[in-house]
T-cell receptor
């Protein structure tokens, strides 16, 4: 039931772009994206609520395809500060307590000079 | 700093002892979630609480683990008779309401079992 993220790891040079995907086998109500640096707490990036919704946060944006139960996170013109592990967290549709997040397998991103 | 506060940051226990982890949510937040993270792995949901109520404990082991969020004071995650496999980082998150919305995480408690 854990969402599957791809790729598992990616190395970028500063300024390059990356896409991280999150796929669920269950119908989704919302998708959350977090970034976690080693030894630190996960930091909230954005939440997508509706199918087809796209959101942007500086040079980081995301889309949510409700029909395919997939979400993608887009990182453009990457910076060194983008390094970390990215997790998607999903909320399932139709559960009485929709608030708990099921986190994906994680994507480790390293940005180099 | 009005963020989610967890303490202690690091906790060392011997096998068989009890561990108590505390979480004070952000001001104005009445919903608390506990997650466990093993090294190099993702976050696993444990329990979701509101003040004086456990809403969802489907991710919490039925034995040795308990959680509470009293009317006054922080939320407590309690692990009795700890074993080596309990070693992990335990994160608390809070949100102002149920339903879709950001969950803000504390810095976590790193529990080590000797």
């Amino acid at each position: 039931q854990q969402p599957v993220q791809s790729p598992q790891a990616v190395i970028l040079r500063e300024g390059e772009d990356a896409v991280i995907n999150c796929s669920s086998s269950k119908a989704l109500y919302s998708v959350h994206w977090y970034r976690q640096k080693h030894g630190e707490a996960p930091v909230f990036l954005m939440i997508l609520l509706k199918g087809g919704e796209q959101k942007g946060h500086e040079k980081i944006s995301a889309s949510f395809n409700e029909k395919k139960q997939q979400s993608s996170l887009y990182l453009t013109a990457s910076q060194l500060s983008y390094s970390g592990t990215y997790f998607c967290g999903t909320e399932r549709r139709g559960t009485g307590t929709a608030s708990k997040l099921t986190f994906g397998t994680g994507t480790r991103l390293q940005v180099t000079l | 700093n009005a963020g989610v506060m967890q303490n202690p940051r690091h906790l060392v226990r011997r096998r068989g002892q009890e561990a108590r982890l505390r979480c004070s949510p952000m001001k104005g937040h009445s919903h608390v979630y506990w997650y466990r993270q093993l090294p190099e792995e993702g976050l696993k949901f444990m329990v979701y609480l509101q003040k004086e109520n456990i809403i969802d404990e489907s991710g919490m082991p039925k034995e040795r683990f308990s959680a509470e969020f009293p009317k006054e004071g922080p939320s407590i995650l309690r692990i009795q008779q700890v074993v080596r496999g309990d070693s992990a980082a335990y994160f608390c998150a809070s949100s102002p309401q149920q339903g879709p919305g950001p969950q803000h995480f504390g810095d976590g408690t790193r529990l080590s079992i000797l």
